[in-house]
């Protein structure tokens, strides 16, 4: 695998190769507090979105369950009230072959979230809209910085039972 004597990139390196099988909606929750009791005055959302992912090897070779859930918390900047509620739990089946054993558990909590980040973005921005709201398009989100505080707080809950 040798080009002029030069190897050639990735010689002797499995390639590595991910595919989305499937992509669903497990749970959704929307509650739109407002229409239930009503915010009086200016209303000025004050948006808080907290997310959680979880990975699992499936029964066939080379496959798993990847999961990002979203908590979305829309309240009213003047009053602290409740205008919204926004629970999903959105999974992807993803083949993965050629990532080595100890940068799986990374790529499942960083590289697959981040292909599905697209689909959970379109999913809030219509329920948001169809639940009476102006469309919330979510920023980006840093998968990188989540996994990194997941592994500093088991560290530290580590620390802590020892």
Known sequence: MAENG???EGAGQPQVQMNILGQFIRDLSFE???AQKG???EVQPDVNVQVALDAKKRSTENQYEVITKLTIESKNK???ETLFVLEL????????SGV???QLHPFLLIECPRMLFPFLRRIVSDI???GGFPPLNLD???FVGIYRNELARRQTTEDVVN
């Not at 959105?90 to 993965?96: A, D, K």
């Open 128 to 130: 948001s809209r169809d």
């Open 89 to 96: 739990e959105y999974v992807g089946i993803f083949n993965i």
């Open 140 to 142: 980006n989100i840093d």
């Open 39 to 41: 915010v009086g005055g």
């Open 78 to 80: 003047a009053g602290g």
């Open 100 to 102: 080595p054993e100890e």
């Open 6 to 8: 030069v190897p050639t």
């Open 32 to 34: 739109n507090v407002m």
